[in-house]
């Protein structure tokens, strides 16, 4: 089983629609939950950071986390054709050591 | 917001030769940097953590020989590909946690392509 799973997609969803990412995680001492965006050809950048269970809001980004179900999710509202990009899942344990998922690849379509 | 860069963004070397990525951060001192690697449509995968002033740490599967680390300051990392072999070419990323940052930043990354 591998450490941080993702679903490869690719997901489409038409623009102005909500797109639901998703993140299951095996270790159960993993502390710190991310979620980058990388687009193609460049490196991941910082979405979103997530501890405590439940919902976290940034804009049109709300990450969602159920430690007992050790699933991660990450909601975008009102997609655009600029948020189409792969998305990874980043989990760290009780080391800085980040593990990640194989990423979703996102398609928003006009 | 902080800065962590990468040099060269680009390089093709002959099988063979050695070359060296730079992975500076441009405003904050960093004890730790990482470096990780990712092959088309794959994930990162963290090769090593590189500590200022002592051996870096190697994950299990990477060779120290053949991937040499330096990091001789606080600001700066070096990751050495000796010999490269057309299976080295890949997309190397360096990331460095800022002070009171909650997660790493990364670098711009450096495409590698041995021919």
């Known amino acids: 089983q591998k450490e941080v799973e993702q679903n490869s997609g690719p997901l489409s969803v038409p623009e102005g629609a909500i797109a639901s990412l998703n993140c299951t995680y095996s270790?159960?001492?993993?502390?710190?939950f991310f979620w980058y965006r990388q687009y193609s050809g460049k490196s991941p950048e910082l979405i979103m950071s997530?501890?405590?269970?439940g919902d976290k809001e940034d804009g049109r980004f709300t990450a969602q986390l159920n430690k007992a179900s050790q699933y991660v999710s990450l909601l975008i509202r009102d997609s655009q054709p600029s948020d189409s990009a792969t998305y990874l899942c980043?989990?760290?344990?009780?080391?800085?050591?980040?593990?990640f998922g194989t990423g979703t690849r996102l398609q928003v379509f006009p | 917001g902080a800065v962590v860069s990468q040099h060269p963004s680009r390089v093709i070397c002959k099988s063979g030769t050695s070359v060296k990525i730079e992975c500076r951060s441009l405003?904050?001192?960093?004890?730790?940097m990482f470096w990780y690697r990712q092959f088309p449509k794959q994930s990162l995968m963290l090769m090593a953590t590189?500590?200022?002033?002592?051996?870096?740490?190697?994950e299990q599967g990477v060779e120290k020989d053949k991937f040499l680390i330096n990091h001789a300051s606080l600001t700066l990392s070096t990751l050495t590909v000796t010999s490269a072999h057309p299976e080295d070419s890949s997309f190397y990323i360096c990331?460095?946690?800022?002070?009171?940052?909650?997660?790493?930043?990364f670098g711009p990354g450096t495409r590698l392509t041995v021919l």
């Open positions: 990331s460095a946690n800022p002070p009171k940052a909650d997660t790493q930043y």
């Open positions: 270790d159960r001492v993993s502390q710190s």
């Open positions: 997530i501890y405590s269970n």
């Open positions: 980043a989990v760290e344990g009780n080391t800085d050591k980040l593990i």
């Open positions: 405003d904050f001192q960093a004890t730790t």
């Open positions: 590189s500590n200022e002033g002592s051996k870096a740490t190697y």
